[in-house]
C-alpha cells in the first residue's frame, strides 16, 4: 500500500468560490494523487482550475468540521498557484494537476508539488487529534459500514479522547460523535462516557 497522507484540500470553482475538505494524498512516485469519489465539487473545481492546496491544520476541528457542515475556516492566498491555503497550519504544499485518470466512480487527479511552505513549529503527536481524524473518516462511510462495526470503532477511539484530549479535540469529538448518533438514529451520545482506564 502506498503512504496516505491526510490533509485539508483547498480547490477553487470556475466563479472563484473556495471548497475546503479533508482528502487523503496518494503518494505515487514522488508526485502525490488526489482522488475524489463521484460526485464532487472538488472534482467540478479541478476541472475549472486544475490546481489545489494541501494543508496540515494546526486545529483538528477544521477536519472534523469539514465532515460535519463547518466549512467557514479562514484562508490565506497561495504563494504559487493561484488559489488558497488553510491559515491555520502546520505547513502547506502547492500543486498542479499534470494528469487524470479518468474513472466512473473515483477520478484520480496527479499532482505535481510546486511550492511548500511550513509555518509553525510541529511539536508532537496526540492521540486524541488521531482519534478524531479516525472518527472523522468513519463519519464519512456510515453508508458503507454496519453499525456495529461503527460504535466499536467509535468506542476504541473514545478511550484516547478520554486521556488526551484538550478543549478542541472533545469539541471536534463531539461534532462527529452527534453525526454519527443522528445517522444511527439515536437521541443521545453514540457512547457512554469511556472510562480512561482502557
Ligand atoms: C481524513 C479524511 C480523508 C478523506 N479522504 C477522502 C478521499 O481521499 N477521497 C474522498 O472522496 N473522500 C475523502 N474523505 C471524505 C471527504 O472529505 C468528504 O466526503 C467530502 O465531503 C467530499 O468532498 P466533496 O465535497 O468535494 O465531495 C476523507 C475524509 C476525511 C475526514
Redesign the pocket.
Known sequence: MPL?L??VVT?RSAEGDV?L??????EDGGEWI????R?????L?LEANPVFAASSPRDIRV??G??TGRREWATLPCAVIPGVRLAESFGHAEFEVVAVEEDET?PRYRGRMVHRESHTPFIGYNRAQGAV?EA??L??RLTMLEPEKILTEMAYHAIAISKTAGPAEREAWSWIEDKVAAALGRDGPVLAQPDAAG
Open positions: 496516505i491526510e490533509t480547490t471548497h475538505v479533508p482528502f487523503g494524498l496518494i488526489l482522488a475524489p469519489f460526485p464532487s465539487p472538488t472534482i473545481n477536519i472534523a469539514a465532515v473515483r481524524l472523522a473518516i463519519s464519512t
